[in-house]
């Protein structure tokens, strides 16, 4: 779009008239909206810009960069600044490699750019300086690599215009700037450089707890939540001591964190970095000088994620059970069906009885022919009339991210200190012929109310609508009281126990049923010898 059309759209905006979304959101910059009041912060005040009525502020920094002698410490408070700043254009995402996005959620990537200067949130609110609304703190996908928190699906002006809370989306340091466990290597200068990007989370979670009360936030009734890798980050946060009281209800969906990275494995990975750079260990101050470029070309094939330090991370926050430090933490979590099916590459075209005997061995390794003739018989019983390709799909989705999920609702739910809600989403996406089905990420925008903004992930149904009315109002009433149930658009949703099991079904008919297709998940246990599973 040119710059001349752009500043028209944003006057628009500003001015109350609805535009076609893309015109509001294709590009990182709303200079020409009407602008928003001031705000003071605890850096320096602020002014954002007024879109569909909800005041915006996009690139608040709420850390000092962490470039050169900032790499793998702990985050620092912003410089501070007196005169007014212009927030009206997101900020960088963290350095990373090329994205893995299938082409259906790749289209919701604002691709902004990047840069060790990354600590910056965006703050969504219906009005400033008023009111004590639920704050919900989005933690983005990615993994701990990839991705930021822009994504067109992110956009927190639905939510907050329709559902009264304060949305608060952010960057934070990923993969080798997040994650490179260097302790064990370069001493106690270093005892933060496993969970920096963790850390980063917490002080954006400080900056939350000090300011968002100016923009119109309860910042005593803070819900953190978050999607795949940012799933993962949220049951991390509920096991870190710092972050402790800065959050008081959880959202984790199709993902988790049940133990966290060792020490050990965590060195291993560092090592391998080290050697790929031809550094020796008594060289690790020179990561410091070394360009983004040169460091992310070291790290292709490697994971990375929060480590169990003895420091930042005292232990697996769900190993062997729920961390007490969040035990009066409500939770909701969930997966999709088919959370596989988004993989690039995945196998989405119906196979033969041979090819998918075939599948399931390579899906769950280490089984006997036997055993993957008993789980495949299991899942048709348990799903009259499956294709074998969502056989794989949905055996392959159970024992990898539905797995985490359910482990920490069973481990939350046993401690009984605060109340567990379970969901499993099954709508289909008829996108890409119908073949992704319920594919992992296709949740997120039926809960920021944002479908139309995901046309190229959701279609163009008219049913996508009263999902979304749904899901967004359950998770914006757990956000303001700690329970999912809104009456007239859901049926009784009960907390979940390890007894019961009550999972609500997210589909075009919502219902509760207790351990939905048990059977299976029983026996894919017994058979992997994992009950319950990380």
């Given at each position: 779009m040119e710059r001349r059309a752009f500043l028209t759209s944003g006057a628009l905006i500003g001015a109350g008239i609805l535009l076609d979304p893309w015109d509001r959101l294709l590009a990182q910059d709303v200079r020409g909206g009407a602008a928003s009041g001031v705000v003071k912060t605890t850096n320096g005040p602020v002014r954002g810009v007024?879109?569909?009525?909800?005041?915006?502020?996009?690139?608040?920094?709420?850390?000092?960069?962490?470039?050169?002698?900032?790499?793998?410490?702990?985050?620092?408070?912003?410089?501070?600044?007196?005169?007014?700043?212009?927030?009206?254009?997101y900020g960088p995402r963290s350095p990373q490699g090329p994205s893995g996005l299938i082409p259906e959620v790749a289209a919701e990537d604002r691709r902004e750019p990047a840069s060790e200067d990354c600590l910056r949130m965006n703050v969504f609110t219906p009005a400033t300086g008023s009111g004590r609304r639920p704050v919900m703190v989005w933690l983005h996908g990615g993994g701990y690599s990839q991705a930021s928190g822009s994504f067109i699906i992110y956009d927190g002006v639905n939510l907050a215009r329709h559902h009264d809370v304060v949305i608060v989306t952010l960057n934070h340091r990923l993969n080798l700037f997040g994650h490179l466990y260097l302790a064990d290597i370069g001493g106690e200068k270093y005892a933060d450089s496993g969970n920096a990007g963790m850390l980063d989370l917490v002080q954006a979670l400080v900056w939350v707890r000090d300011n968002i009360a100016a923009f119109g936030g309860d910042p005593g009734n803070v819900t953190i939540f978050g999607q795949?890798?940012?799933?993962?980050?949220?049951c991390t946060l509920m096991g870190m001591p710092a972050a402790k009281g800065l959050f008081h209800k959880a959202i984790a969906q199709s993902g988790?964190?049940?133990?966290?990275?060792?020490?050990?494995a965590a060195t291993q990975t560092t090592q391998t970095v080290l050697e790929r750079l031809k550094l020796q260990p008594a060289q690790i101050g020179d990561l410091h000088a070394m360009p983004t470029e040169q460091l992310l070309g070291a790290i292709r094939g490697?994971?990375?994620?929060?480590?169990?330090?003895?420091?930042?991370?005292?232990?697996?926050?769900?190993?062997?059970v729920a961390s007490p430090l969040s035990a009066g933490v409500p939770l909701l979590c969930g997966s999709v069906e088919m959370e596989v099916a988004w993989t690039r590459g995945a196998l989405i075209d119906d196979i033969d009885d041979a090819t998918l005997h075939a599948q399931v061995m390579q899906d769950v390794r280490g089984i006997s022919?036997?055993?993957?003739?008993?789980?495949?018989?299991?899942?048709?019983?348990g799903r009259p009339g499956i294709s074998n390709v969502d056989v794989h799909l949905i055996l392959a989705s159970d024992n990898t991210m539905r797995r985490g999920v359910l482990t920490v609702a069973e481990r939350k739910a046993d401690a009984k200190q605060a109340p567990v809600y379970m969901y499993y989403f099954t709508w289909r996406s008829p996108v890409h012929d119908g073949k992704l089905k319920a594919y992992h990420t296709l949740d997120i925008p039926f809960v920021f109310d944002n479908v139309d903004l995901a046309t190229a992930m959701t279609g163009g149904r008219q049913d996508r609508y009263l999902l979304q009315d749904r899901m967004s109002a359950a998770w914006t009433s757990f956000a303001r009281t700690g329970n999912p149930n809104v009456?007239?658009?859901?049926?009784?949703?009960?907390?979940?126990?390890?007894?019961?099991?009550?999972?609500?079904?997210?589909?075009?008919?919502?219902?509760?049923?207790?351990?939905?297709?048990?059977?299976?998940?029983?026996?894919?246990?017994?058979?992997?010898?994992?009950?319950?599973?990380?």
């Open positions: 007024i879109v569909d009525r909800v005041s915006c502020f996009y690139g608040i920094p709420y850390g000092a960069t962490t470039a050169g002698e900032g790499r793998f410490m702990a985050p620092r408070r912003p410089q501070a600044w007196t005169a007014v700043r212009d927030s009206v254009e795949s890798g940012g799933g993962g980050k949220v988790s964190n049940v133990t966290g990275l060792s020490r050990a490697l994971d990375f994620g929060p480590v169990v330090d003895g420091k930042n991370l005292p232990a697996g926050p769900f190993d062997p022919d036997a055993q993957v003739d008993r789980l495949i018989a299991a899942y048709r019983s009456k007239g658009l859901l049926p009784e949703w009960p907390a979940f126990d390890t007894t019961q099991r009550a999972t609500m079904i997210l589909n075009n008919e919502c219902k509760v049923t207790n351990d939905p297709n048990g059977e299976e998940r029983r026996l894919l246990r017994t058979i992997t010898r994992c009950d319950p599973c990380d």
